[in-house]
């Protein structure tokens, strides 16, 4: 069984003991359960899929937070040719992973 949710703008899909990498989420700790009742589409293990309008209303997926962490740097370079001028920038998102445990269909 599997699922399509929402969560900070993006859609993800998502397994039972699966690790979710997500927007960071302010306001849950390290060990908090979480919820997210954003559900997109759902497909069970006998082959039916249950599509929302735009969300499914009796689904919820459950899952504890692992980690707060920062993702690998990128780095943002500006060149301005004949000034002799170079910079380079790095930047490091925030994310948070989270450990899917159950999606509940009520």
Known sequence: MYAIVENG??????????????????????????????VVLVKTDDGKVLVGKPYLTNVTITGIVVEHARARKILVGQF???????????????????????????
Do not use: C, F, S
């Open 9 to 38: 703008g993006k859609q993800y899909k998502v397994e039972v003991g699966h690790l979710l990498h997500t927007e960071k989420m302010n306001g849950v700790a390290q060990g908090d359960k979480v919820v997210l009742d954003k």
């Open 80 to 106: 301005i040719p004949r000034k002799g001028h170079k910079t380079i920038k790095g930047h490091r998102q925030w994310y948070t992973t989270i450990k899917i445990e159950n999606i509940e269909i009520k």
